[in-house]
Nanobody, 114 residues
Framework: VQLVESGGGLVQPGGSLRLSCVAS????????MSWYRQAPGKERELVAR????????SYADSVKGRFTISRDNAKKTVYLGINSLKPEDTAVYFC????????WGQGTQVTVSS
């Protein structure tokens, strides 16, 4: 199993990013997928989940209305659109199955700072 996240960067407050995660080594279309994040000194938290058909999504309260999760099963890719970024969104972002069952990738760093 391999999960490769990309798309992070340094952005100013209020900015936007689109993260991508390409999966391999498992039947991607058979699993609900999620994005997680881990800020310095904090536990990893689940921020968004999308079901296998890209028809049902759920979000942590802290990101509702600003984050959008989606997937492309043909490309084995899950995306996270992030708008109205806040400094507290600074973290390393990871993707995984909804229950975190697979080996974690390296993640992609998102830093929100002016």
């Amino acid at each position: 199993v391999q999960l490769v996240e990309s798309g992070g960067g340094l952005v100013q407050p209020g900015g936007s990013l689109r993260l991508s995660c390409v999966a391999s080594g498992f039947t991607f279309s058979a699993y609900d997928m999620s994005w997680y994040r881990q800020a310095p000194g904090k536990e990893r938290e689940l921020v968004a989940r999308v079901n296998i058909f890209d028809r049902s999504t759920s979000y942590a309260d802290s990101v509702k209305g600003r984050f959008t999760i989606s997937r492309d099963n043909a490309k084995k890719t899950v995306y996270l659109g992030i708008n109205s970024l806040k400094p507290e969104d600074t973290a390393v972002y990871f993707c995984n199955a909804f229950d975190g069952r697979f080996s974690w990738g390296q993640g992609t760093q998102v830093t929100v700072s002016s």
